[in-house]
């Protein structure tokens, strides 16, 4: 938690071409991140709570 591997991680393409092969992901984030948008294309549950 706290990081978005899809900009911080030095393998760049490599954390792409895992993601793609993922069945189901799972993000838990405050912020609008790349990974959650892409989430977006699939299916979306949103929690609400308060941080």
Request: avoid cysteine.
């Amino acid at each position: 938690m706290g990081e978005d591997p899809l900009q911080t991680d030095a393998e760049l393409s490599a954390v792409r071409k895992a993601f793609a092969g993922l069945e189901l992901v799972i993000v838990q984030d405050i912020f609008m991140t790349k990974n959650r948008r892409r989430g977006r294309r699939y299916f979306t549950v949103h929690l609400l709570g308060r941080a």
